[in-house]
């Protein structure tokens, strides 16, 4: 609480709409297109751009310990009437502390393209610290149908990490981005 800077988390309102205020334990790096982009808070990357699976870093971590990465889209459809919010994209589990999730850990829900159609998306990643390897991520999915986008609408990541009792996020990142135009494309 003693920072005298504003929090991009809390000025992006991710702290408060995704998650609760926390105390970042571990640093992550998440980079696209082969470490050429680099995920900052808050700034804007291309729809385009982000097509393939980051590569995600955690930094600070130790041999004994493993985590679990979440990306969702809490402004789905629209920011101004997210009522599908959050959205899942993706969720990593055992990933090791000294390495990242391109080469280690385990997919439990594979990684969706980022498509805003309305308005700016925030799109958050989430890092918690597992109690230990193996730890069996519970996906409390909405079961009335088997479409992968009701599977990953309504997802929440404060339940997600109560129900598998993971806290508070140890590191989190999320970046903006719009729909693309061919002429936003050319510049």
Known sequence: ???VFADPLLVGRVIGDVIDSFNPSVKMKVTYNSTKLQVFNGHELFPSAVTLKPKVEV?????????????????VPGPSDP????????????????????FA???????????????????????????RRGQTPLLVLNSSSS?????????????????????????????????????????
């Not at 159609?117 to 925030?122: A, C, M």
């Open 1 to 3: 609480m003693g920072r």
């Open 59 to 75: 930094l600070g971590g130790d041999l004994r310990s493993f985590f679990t990465l979440v990306m969702t889209d809490p402004d």
């Open 83 to 102: 009522y599908l919010r959050e959205h899942l994209h993706w969720v990593v589990t055992d990933i090791p502390g000294t390495t990242d999730a391109t």
């Open 105 to 131: 850990g385990r997919e439990v829900v594979s990684y969706e393209i980022p498509r805003p159609n309305i308005g700016i998306h925030r799109y958050v990643f989430l890092l918690f610290k597992q109690k």
């Open 147 to 187: 479409s992968s986008s009701t599977i990953r609408d309504n997802f929440k990541s404060r339940k997600f990490a109560a129900d598998n009792e993971l806290g508070l996020p140890v590191a989190a990142l999320f970046f903006n981005a719009q729909r693309e135009t061919a002429a936003r494309r050319r510049h």
